[in-house]
């Protein structure tokens, strides 16, 4: 499986921005899609998670309601829409790609098997 993250870029507080992942290479149905983030100095964070059969999604507390994952199907893009940007929201965001994974498993890292690179997203007046 290969994921490529691209859409991010530098944005004002209370703005918005859509990153994507291309997923290729595999099933893209039976796979669970999430969205991390790794502020400077801080530990990878979770974000948000998207299982595509049955479409079960989770979301960090710190992005519910602001943030919304989604998918193109057909076109194996997973995409998470992020609006009211805030500072601290900061960080690079990396999509991952894992099979099997139940709820309580989508917002551990370890349990994604194949990420993309990272793309930057700076929310600064």
């Known amino acids: 499986v290969q994921l490529q993250a691209s859409g991010g870029g530098l944005v004002q507080p209370g703005g918005s921005l859509r990153l994507s992942c291309a997923v290729s290479?595999?099933?893209?149905?039976?796979?669970?899609t999430g969205w991390f983030r790794q502020a400077p100095g801080k530990e990878h964070e979770f974000v948000a998670a998207?299982?595509?059969?049955?479409?079960?999604?989770s979301y960090a507390d710190s992005v519910k309601g602001r943030f919304t994952i989604s998918r193109d199907n057909a076109r194996t893009t997973v995409y998470l829409q992020m609006n009211s940007l805030k500072p601290e929201d900061t960080a690079v965001y990396y999509c991952?790609?894992?099979?099997?994974?139940?709820?309580?498993?989508?917002?551990?890292?370890?349990?994604?098997?194949?990420w993309g690179q990272g793309t930057q997203v700076t929310v600064s007046s």
């Open positions: 998207k299982r595509w059969n049955g479409g079960t999604t």
């Open positions: 991952a790609s894992g099979r099997g994974l139940i709820f309580s498993d989508f917002d551990k890292r370890t349990r994604y098997d194949h």
């Open positions: 290479g595999d099933t893209f149905s039976y796979h669970t």
